[in-house]
């Protein structure tokens, strides 16, 4: 096996993990602004960061990228309280407003669109 193939096909992960991750991180930054507002709060900077990506299994014993997102919002419009979305692959797992955990309708979201 030539070089160039291996590097093409590393190009090909690394673009893929890209692609990927993005896609999750927009799904993050829906679903949080959905449970902000749902909540009755301001989801601030409309942007969420990642803060942990591992290797989980899903319900089919698949493994996923499972994807830890950190956002901020105001109640009063003069503080900033974290938020967070766990996402495993393209499934929203969880989602928390400062330590208030939502497991319901925001689970079962597979897919946001705006």
Do not use: K
């Not at 590393?10 to 449970?35: D, P, T």
């Not at 974290?82 to 996402?87: D, E, I, K, L, Y």
């Amino acid at each position: 096996m030539s070089w160039e193939i291996l590097l093409l096909g590393v190009f090909a992960a690394v673009g893929w993990y890209w692609y990927a991750g993005m896609q999750a991180r927009e799904q993050a930054v829906a679903v949080g602004r959905r449970a902000c507002r749902d909540a009755g709060v301001q989801f601030l900077d409309e942007s969420v960061a990642v803060r942990r990506i591992r290797l989980a299994r899903n319900g089919q014993g698949q493994l996923q990228f499972q994807r830890d997102y950190h956002f901020e919002f105001s109640d009063t419009g003069d503080n900033r309280r974290p938020g967070f979305v766990r996402m495993l692959g393209e499934r929203v797992e969880w989602i928390s407003l400062d330590g208030e955990w939502q497991p319901g309708q925001v689970a079962s979201v597979s897919r946001l669109r705006d």
